[in-house]
């Protein structure tokens, strides 16, 4: 007899996460690259999350267990990206893996690109910050080194136009400038 009963709720169609509540669905922005630096079983880990609708985004940065700065903004991760890449650990589960060599010099570029962008101006920050968020993180960092080379090619416009960074030394002496050399003598009213 066991075999011939059927339970009362049958799976008829596949299980699709919030299906009713689209104000809540997990935009693609966070789940992007929310594997980076992780190893397999932790991928697998993040995926099957993503997949049935269990990934929750971080509403603010959390703090990295070895550094202890608030610098980890991808979900289920310990420690930061830069942690992780200086230890060669895997960012959630913290156990040491092979870091794929593409992974690798990607990231010591983005980390070097950071520093510069924190040298910039405010206007060319934030358009490095806008390339970040809306590209893939290859194209990203290409336009970001034309922004930064942008950026250079103007400073040193700048510095060629007044050799010596100021406007005013440039500008011929008016009429009522009282200038006179050191080696004509003033001459004095007590005679």
Known sequence: MP??????????????????QEDLKVGEE???????NCCEKCVEVIE?????????????PSRCHTCNQRTIRRPYHGICQDCALKR??????EKPYAVPEGDLIREQKLISLK????????RFKRSCERKFDKLEPD??????????ARCNAKAAVKKTAHPSGTASAARPPA?????????EEIPSDEE
């Open 139 to 148: 194209e990203a960092i290409a336009g970001v080194e034309q922004i930064i």
């Open 3 to 20: 075999g011939k009963l059927k339970g009362t709720h049958q799976n008829k169609t596949a299980w699709v996460p919030l299906k009713h």
């Open 48 to 60: 099957w999350r993503q997949k049935y609708g269990k990934y929750k985004p971080l509403t603010k």
């Open 175 to 183: 009429e009522g400038d009282n200038e006179t050399d050191s080696d």
């Open 30 to 36: 966070f789940i992007e690259g929310s594997t980076h």
């Open 88 to 93: 060669k650990v895997c960012a959630k589960c």
């Open 115 to 122: 520093k510069e962008m924190e040298r910039l101006p405010e």
